[in-house]
């Protein structure tokens, strides 16, 4: 019994005797035959400013190493340096600068060759400088986000005296009006993150990465919040609706900061506005648990900073250091918290409805249809 | 004979030959113009060429005149020895195509007949797939080299057998199906069939000057060119353009012209996918002869001409009167300049 231990390391032990075998005799070139390697690799961002180079990020997405041998610009081979030198490795990057007279406010089309002839296309939709961070850009950025996060779910927040006026009919359906936003939230982040997760290298398998991050997140905040055995409510369950939406937030933040970064966003202020009027439900939602009790103002100030102050990170994120597989991620986490919050404001507003102890309800319907109208009118704006 | 003069005159197109052997210098100074001239439009890096076992460069001047014996009437045979093979070849710098080809080099051999010669190939097929050689030319339908009439298999050898005429300039290209891969894959090569000046006596000094080998041809810079294109990633779109094979090389490295001397080119276009190429001279104007199959222009004094997949033609002009210096010439669709289809000469005193 006491060399049991050994169990554990035995079947490690073999697996890796296997694999060095089975990489040493490659019994499936019989398979393959002589057939080239797929070669496969991902541009991840395209970095400009005046008067400078295009700055592209390549990052190696197939079993083997790709080597890059010619680059055009719209058409045309143009000179290029690449840094480092050499192939590229599987999940390796590298810079590539093409002294390339680019177009402001234009498109410019991108392909790269690789020693097989191969071809990856790459397209900058409008041409615009890549913000800098410095202190003036970041504060922009921020004010940005600011004012898509956490000025909506303050003015959301004001509807608190009135909802204190409301009967417990009138809370149900506030309540389950939360839940409609909230069901609307986590289908967006769901498929925003699986979107962005195609535009990420296949090697980080973007896709399965948000389904498995949402689960985790969803998992990991549940347990906190069960952990005494109570359902959480009042300021605990404000708290956690706070933080899901705050998550979500970050994400919606990474979208604007980018889509500004790469031109797409720079022809509408409407952009944020229509995002401006959609997190005011946001609001809302945060301060429906909050009804009974008597919270004093900086309550309310800390859930406005927890719920917004993330799309100011997401938006800074966004626009300087954009990655998709890293926005997937955060939509996947996003996504997973607001599952969590939908699951305690459900079980809240059964217990509300004792003894029926649903909260399918005819108001209850009413208010999470209209939660989810609502976002939908407004998700029209963006 | 004629053989050992064809060599002579190949010797005596100097101004070429003594280039080949100092190419690092010309390519070294074109470089840095180049960048002055057109920012950082090229293809990155050197094509191994010895890799390839074949120079576009020498490949403009590389006449191939065959084995030549007199037949008991008194026709002169040329008798040739081609074959195909699957082969990487890099078409540009660092870009590896699995290629077909001709005796391992695209464009194949350029063979070089007079008109009224017997044209005897030994075509062996080393390659994986069925092959032909379809000759542009008057000639018998039982050698015709289409699918079915002398196509060869793989491991087969088959004879053609031909009188050459007309004329001119002319191709030769694989006709197995699939066509457009059998051919955009590098299976072609040019076929010039010099006028015999005897045929041609109202115009016998025009036509002496054709002949290679000939005291009057011996003036002449005489360049091939073919013009051809390569899908890398058989997309049915072409990733680079050419003459003869190797992208942006005749810019890299611009042909030596001599100025006093006047200049012929043999012009092939075997681009596929684009219905078009065309051919502009910088700060010049030549003679064209469509076809090459007649004594005097079919356009005069133009500085671009337009040629259909598998036209081809003559091309005449002088720098007499040109100071030295670089004068390019490329395709004018400028999709093909920017992928690969631009050259230079350079003119010396």
């Known amino acids: ?382 | 004979m004629k053989f050992s003069l064809s060599r002579r005159s190949l010797l005596g197109l100097g101004g070429l030959g003594s280039l080949l052997s100092r190419p690092a210098m010309a390519s070294e100074q074109t470089m840095t113009h180049s960048l002055r001239i057109h920012g950082g439009l090229t293809s990155v890096g050197e094509v191994d060429h010895a890799r390839n076992g074949f120079d576009p460069y020498a490949l403009l001047t590389d006449w191939d005149p065959g084995q030549v014996s007199q037949l008991s009437n008194g026709q002169t045979l040329r008798e040739y020895d081609i074959d195909a093979a699957d082969r990487l070849v890099e078409i540009a710098p660092g870009v590896m195509y699995p290629a077909w080809t001709y005796n391992g080099r695209i464009p194949g051999p350029t063979i070089r007949v007079t008109e009224g010669d017997r044209v005897r190939i030994r075509f062996s097929n080393r390659s994986t797939h069925a092959h032909t050689l379809h000759f542009h030319g008057i000639h018998q339908a039982r050698v015709d080299g289409v699918p079915g009439t002398l196509e060869a298999m793989p491991g087969q050898e088959v004879v053609y057998e031909f009188e050459a005429k007309p004329f001119g300039c002319h191709l030769y290209h694989c006709h197995s199906a699939p066509f457009k891969r059998h051919l955009h894959k590098g299976l072609y090569g040019v076929f010039v069939v010099d006028p015999n000046p005897k045929r041609h006596p109202e115009q016998e000094a025009v036509a002496r000057s054709r002949v290679l080998g000939s005291r009057e041809n011996a003036r002449w810079q005489e360049l091939l060119m073919v013009m051809n294109a390569f899908d890398t990633n058989f997309d049915e779109e072409n990733e680079f353009y050419a003459v003869n094979t190797i992208a942006h090389e005749l810019m890299k490295r611009p042909i030596r012209i001599q100025r006093d001397r006047p200049v012929r080119i043999y012009l092939v276009n075997v681009t596929e996918f684009d219905p078009i190429n065309s051919f502009h001279l910088h700060a010049n104007f030549f003679d064209y002869f469509d076809h090459g199959t007649t004594l005097t222009p079919t356009h005069k004094t133009v500085d671009t001409v337009m040629l259909c997949q598998a036209q081809r033609g003559i091309l005449e002009l002088s720098f007499a009167e040109h100071e030295p210096g670089l004068y390019m010439f490329h395709a004018h669709q400028s999709e093909f300049v920017e992928l690969g289809w631009m050259s230079a000469f350079e003119v010396v005193a």
């Open chain 1, 1 to 382: 019994m006491k060399r049991s231990w050994l169990w554990a390391v035995l079947p490690l032990t073999i697996l890796g005797i296997l694999i060095a075998v089975f990489l040493r005799l490659n019994p499936l070139q019989v398979l393959v035959g002589s057939a080239p390697p797929v070669e496969s690799i991902q541009i991840e961002r395209a970095v400009l400013k005046s008067d400078e180079p295009i700055r592209l990020l390549i990052r190696g997405n197939g079993t083997d190493p790709v080597q890059i041998a010619q680059v055009q610009v719209d058409g045309a081979y143009w000179q290029f340096q690449q840094d480092p030198p050499g192939e590229i490795s599987r999940l390796k990057s590298v810079q590539i600068e093409i002294p390339y007279p680019w177009m402001e406010g234009e498109t410019h089309h991108i392909k790269v060759l690789t020693a097989t002839g191969l071809t990856f296309d790459y397209s900058i939709d409008v041409a615009l400088p890549t913000p800098d961070a410095d202190p003036a850009r970041l504060l922009h950025y921020g004010g940005l986000g600011i004012f898509v996060g956490v000025v909506p779910v303050g003015l959301g927040m004001l509807f608190f005296p009135y909802l204190k006026t409301l009967g417990n009919q009138g809370i149900q359906f506030i309540l389950t009006l939360t839940l409609g936003l909230l069901a609307f939230l986590l289908v967006d982040s769901l498929q925003e993150g699986v979107k962005l997760a195609t535009e990420a290298a296949s090697v980080f398998q973007g896709g399965s990465l948000v389904w498995l991050s949402a689960a985790t997140a969803f998992l990991t905040l549940l347990m906190i919040s069960r952990r005494g055995g109570n359902v959480p409510e009042g300021m605990a369950l404000a708290t956690y609706l706070a933080l899901g939406i705050g998550l979500h937030n970050l994400g919606e933040g990474l979208a604007i900061g980018s889509a500004f970064a790469v031109g797409e966003a720079g022809l509408g202020s409407l952009l944020v506005v229509g995002f401006t009027l959609h997190n005011l439900t946001e609001g809302i939602g945060i301060a429906a648990p909050l009804i009974r009790l008597q919270p004093r103002l900086w309550v309310f100030v800390s859930l406005a900073a927890l719920a917004g102050l993330p799309a100011v990170l997401g938006s800074w994120l966004g626009a300087f250091a954009y990655s998709p597989q890293w926005a997937a991620l955060f939509l996947g986490i996003g996504s997973g918290a607001i599952l969590q919050v939908m699951v305690e404001v459900g079980s809240y507003v059964r217990r509300l409805n004792e003894p029926r102890g649903s909260w399918l309800t005819i108001p209850g319907l009413a208010g999470f249809s209209l939660g989810l109208g609502i976002m939908y009118a407004t998700a029209l704006l963006v």
